[in-house]
């Protein structure tokens, strides 16, 4: 029933149809798709002009439902950046990093949003745990040589990231827009 209810969700969504998208999603409260279900439903009424009321849901969700309470917590955290509720939003993602301190996302998300408030180096400092925590992790790696190379000089540093995050995943499309970027700004345009 709760997978059902999801991929009704999605066919309503998908027409643009979002107050009957919304019903749908708002019913699954258990199973795999619930935290996607639920996320999109808070998404929904964010875009529907009520962000309020989309982290209240999101609230009551995880209150009847505990064990979606963490997984829940990013979502929240991205409605609030969508307000500029930064500050808040930097807070849920320490909370959500304490209960789920390996959780690669977890991380590069918080260093992208302290990188979207402007504190370049806490980012880059966020990055650089991140790399050192999951060295192997093209998508870390990449993370902290795209952002050298577009918001800092560390162009030679940046080369060095991202080509090395480019032998572990090639076929990246992000990845190869980061060399491309590193090499535009290191002046080898051709």
Do not use: C
Not at 14 to 29: H, S
Not at 143 to 170: N, S
Request: glycine share 6%; charged share 30%.
């Amino acid at each position: 029933r709760m997978d059902a209810l999801y991929y009704l969700g999605r066919i309503e969504d998908r027409r643009g149809n979002y107050e009957e998208a919304l019903e749908y999603y708002a019913q699954v409260t258990g199973g795999s798709n619930a935290v996607a279900s639920q996320s999109r439903a808070a998404g929904i009424i964010a875009e529907l002009g009520a962000p309020q009321k989309a982290l209240e849901h999101l609230d009551r969700f995880a209150e009847i439902n505990p064990n979606y309470a963490v997984d829940i917590l990013r979502t929240k955290a991205q409605i609030l950046v969508s307000i500029d509720r930064h500050d808040e939003a930097l807070e849920i993602f320490d909370q959500a990093i304490a209960y789920r301190p390996n959780n690669e996302g977890l991380q590069l998300s918080r260093a992208e949003l302290t990188l979207r408030m402007g504190r370049v180096d806490d980012a880059i400092d966020q990055y650089r745990k991140t790399v050192k925590r999951w060295p192997e992790s093209a998508m870390s790696i990449n993370a902290l040589g795209y952002t050298l190379a577009d918001r800092t000089d560390r162009y030679d540093e940046a080369a060095r990231l991202i080509k090395k995050a480019l032998k572990m995943a090639p076929n990246s499309a992000a990845i190869i827009d980061s060399w491309g970027w590193v090499l535009h700004k290191q002046g080898k345009n051709e």
